[in-house]
């Protein structure tokens, strides 16, 4: 090129450089008396704000598309767009909103700004689940199984990973109820939700750092309008010869107070299988939470409280009282005790209550910053009855205090294109043991000191890329004192690893007080980003560490829950996992898809192996003892919905996990087989708004499992005999059926009537589950009819 033509080049490129460079000035006035200084103007990439006279001017700005975003706490916001052509004068009038602080909140949790799909029940799906647990609710989630112990006491699996790798939070509070077993269900009551959120993995850094296997939110109904509601939800199960009724009222305000009250009463007999009773099985709960509000225009304080209380009973027939017991019941797949249907719920059993008491205050520094405070207050109160003669039949055999209280303080920024949170969190926990049981306590006394720190935030480089990550660190310590026999503290090898908590010898026991403390480190990063043609990619990367849970760590005794005995380990260290994971969703006209592969490596894997029988004054119970391994867990959630017309849907959902013991080269024990599910749907608006549902369920057999299965001696015709008692090898596979309307009326003036009928497993076919604990003893539940009633008014 010519000298000639470079200079001629670069004068162009200079003049329409120039030429690009606009300017946009103008007045902002408003509709009260606010100071015009504290206005926030984004005019393109440009941040700026007005004088005290509402003058504004904005210099260097490019032709093309603009975008105009103005606003000032209670008022609201501009957002425009103009095509920026010369330099520009435009005045803009601010219109008050009282309903603006709302907003604010609403935007805060916008899951598009995140790198991480999450996933929601509504509140119609819930409420479907009024008579249910919260693990039963959560299976319509992909990726969400269930591990039971009976049919009753059902905790959440998210992607291979259960108990305190899943914390759940009711409220805003983390559910601290002696969770670490897989005997013990979240305390909490589904019909207290209005949306249920699944986090998968370790990203909700916010609210925990040793989520490993996800976050369950729970949230209850928050009504802004100045109303007054109620609902009422009756339920009549066939299976279990009861039902459960739950009323609630809610008082909405804008600005003011508002108020909300729920209160929800369970009674159930025993279960029926497929063909026998289920004896023990029934459960009873009686159940209340509400809240006060008060909302101003800068700030709301709201005190919330909830009582949780349940009675379960445990199946009779899985209390075997030697191993002749156990080898028999799965061998001839009949349950041992089985008993004529009663409501009455006899020894072995739980009664447990849970109580919440929490204040929060929320403060808007401007119409973009906000600082929260919550402070609450949990008491658990755990009894587990084991089958007990003379003095002690009726007392408890496991009697568990647990005290939590808890602190949370949390700051949230949000700029035009960015986000910002951060925040403090404390906790002290004690757990008392009664000694009046007259059995050596599973848990010990103990205190707990929890502290964490985080910061978490988010970019939008434009409106389809956006980024976030975040980094938390939490200190923990733990103060245990408990009595060890001689011979077991020998066996474990603790004399010579912990000869430093021995604090005293008492004969045949030594009294000890081991002493934990652990530092960690969880971090998270991702992004999401729009594609052309209603495409839309997730991809995140976490970091997370879990500390053993006091079970993990001291467990030492007769599980009363399940008739096992169970063994901790005080050399256990905690958990480290990183998982990939990534979201591919699309949507075309009447159908969308959405898959989720991820890959989770987990150091020092935690996990509950059986190991063999031991023979107490009881009788001979099998051993169940905590390990560590490496462990890597691979899968993918597959769901899809499709619009066929405007009356026929079709959803489908697929989930698979594999999970492997690297360390020894074999599979992990408890992991969920490949699960289908395939739901049609009919849906009528003109006929009383009916729908119709058929579901269909396939667990298939889970063939990748550790071969943990050992030979023992039982009596046969007056000799012993050596017998091989299989404890590994799953159930076959199963297909179920499910069926489901409903149709509403207009009853009364403002109110609707909800009628719905359901059949649960329809061919009432008999069928066991690789996740349940008491598989060994009995089948699942056979064929359920229902009818709900639910009345808005």
């Not at 006491?153 to 759940?168: A, D, H, Q, T, W």
């Not at 729920?262 to 099985?281: C, E, I, P, R, W």
């Not at 052309?532 to 849970?549: C, H, K, L, Y």
């Not at 109110?751 to 069928?767: D, E, G, M, P, R």
Request: charged residues 20%; neutral net charge; glycine residues 6%.
């Amino acid at each position: 090129m010519s000298k000639k033509h470079l200079v001629f080049f670069w004068l162009i490129v200079l003049c329409n450089t120039v030429y690009s460079q606009n300017t946009i000035s103008g007045k902002i006035t408003s509709q009260g008396q606010i100071s015009a200084s504290d206005i926030h103007i984004h005019i393109g990439q440009k941040i700026s704000s007005s004088d005290a006279s509402g003058n504004y001017h904005v210099n260097n700005l490019p032709d093309g598309n603009t975008k105009i975003y103005i606003s000032h706490i209670g008022y609201q916001s501009i957002d425009t767009v103009i095509d920026l052509k010369n330099n520009l004068k435009i005045d803009f009038k601010l219109k008050l909103n009282t309903t603006k602080l709302h907003e604010v909140v609403i935007q805060q949790k916008n899951s598009n700004k995140k790198s991480v799909a999450e996933q929601q029940l509504k509140l119609e799906t819930i409420e479907k689940y009024s008579n249910k647990s919260l693990g039963d609710a959560l299976k319509e989630i992909p990726g969400v199984s269930t591990l039971k112990t009976g049919n009753t006491v059902v905790k959440p699996i998210i992607n291979g990973l259960y108990g305190s790798r899943v914390p759940v939070l009711n409220n805003g509070v983390r559910l601290e109820d002696q969770q670490w077993g897989t005997e013990h269900a979240p305390n909490f009551d589904v019909n207290a939700a209005s949306k249920i959120t699944v986090i998968k993995g370790a990203s909700g850094l916010q609210y925990s750092g040793d989520a490993i296997g996800g976050l369950v939110i729970i949230e209850p109904l928050n009504v802004k309008k100045d109303t007054l509601f109620g609902k009422t939800i009756l339920n009549l199960d066939s299976n279990g010869k009861g039902g459960s009724l739950s009323s609630g009222i809610h008082k909405g305000n804008d600005l003011g107070w508002s108020w909300n009250a729920l209160g929800t009463f369970k009674y159930l007999g025993d279960k029926q299988g497929a063909d026998y009773v289920l004896s023990n099985t029934g459960n009873r709960e009686a159940n209340f939470s509400g809240d006060i509000k008060y909302t101003a225009e800068k700030y709301n304080a709201t005190a919330f409280y909830s009582h949780y209380k349940s009675e379960i009973g445990i199946l009779s027939a899985s209390h075997t009282g030697n191993v002749n017991d156990l080898y028999q019941s799965i061998n001839n797949k009949q349950p041992s005790i089985v008993n004529e249907f009663t409501y009455n719920i006899k020894n072995p059993k739980q009664d447990v209550e849970h109580q919440i008491a929490k204040f929060n205050f929320d403060y808007y520094l401007n119409e973009s910053a906000s600082v929260t405070f919550q402070y609450a207050f949990q008491f658990n109160k755990r009894l587990e009855y084991d089958v007990r003669r003379g003095d002690y039949k009726n007392t408890a055999a496991l009697d568990l205090d647990l005290k939590t209280h808890s602190i949370n303080i949390d700051y949230k920024k949000n700029g035009h294109d960015w986000n910002l949170k951060s925040g403090l969190s404390a906790n002290t926990q004690n757990n008392y043991a009664n000694p009046a049981t007259g059995i050596r306590p599973l848990i010990p006394n103990y205190d707990k000191i929890d502290f964490g720190a985080y910061v978490i935030s988010g970019y939008n480089f434009s409106d389809s890329f956006s980024v976030d990550g975040g980094l938390r660190y939490d200190f923990s310590k733990i103060d245990a004192t408990k009595y060890y026999q001689k011979s077991r503290w020998e066996e474990r090898g603790y004399d010579e690893t912990f000869p430093e908590f021995i604090a005293g010898d008492y004969v045949t026991q030594w009294l000890t007080k081991p002493h934990f403390t652990f530092h960690n480190i969880s971090a998270s990063v991702g992004f999401h980003k729009k594609l052309e043609r209603n495409w839309d990619i997730f991809s995140n990367v976490s970091f997370a560490s879990r500390n053993p849970n006091p079970s993990e760590f001291f467990s030492d005794g007769l599980h009363h829950s399940t008739g096992v005995i169970e063994l901790g380990d005080l050399n256990l260290d905690k958990e480290q996992s990183t998982k990939l994971s990534l979201t591919i969703q699309k949507k075309y006209n009447g159908f969308s898809f959405e898959v989720n592969p991820y890959v989770n490596h987990i150091q020092d894997y935690i996990f509950l192996k059986p190991v063999g029988f031991e023979t107490t004054i009881r009788g001979a119970f099998p051993v169940w003892e905590y390990q560590q391994t490496n462990a890597r867990l691979g899968g993918i959630d597959i769901q899809t919905h499709w619009k066929i017309t405007n009356h026929w849907q079709h959803s489908f959902s697929l989930a698979y996990v594999n999970g492997k013991d690297s360390s020894n080269d074999e599979p992990l024990i408890d992991m969920p087989p490949l699960n289908l599910n395939n739901k049609i749907r009919f849906s009528k608006k003109e006929w009383h708004q009916l729908i119709l549902e058929l579901n269909s369920e396939i667990v298939s057999k889970q063939n990748r499992y550790p071969d943990n299965n050992f030979y023992t001696n039982i009596i046969k015709n007056n000799e012993f005999e050596s017998v091989l008692v299989d404890i590994s090898t799953p159930p076959p596979a199963y297909h179920l059926l499910h069926f489901y309307t409903e149709m509403k009326f207009d009853t009364f003036k403002n109110s609707i009537t909800t009628i719905a009928f359901s059949v649960q497993n329809i061919f009432n076919i008999s069928y066991r589950d690789y996740l349940n604990r008491q598989r060994f003893f009995a089948d699942e539940i056979g064929r359920s009819f229902q009818i709900q009633l639910k009345f808005n008014y």
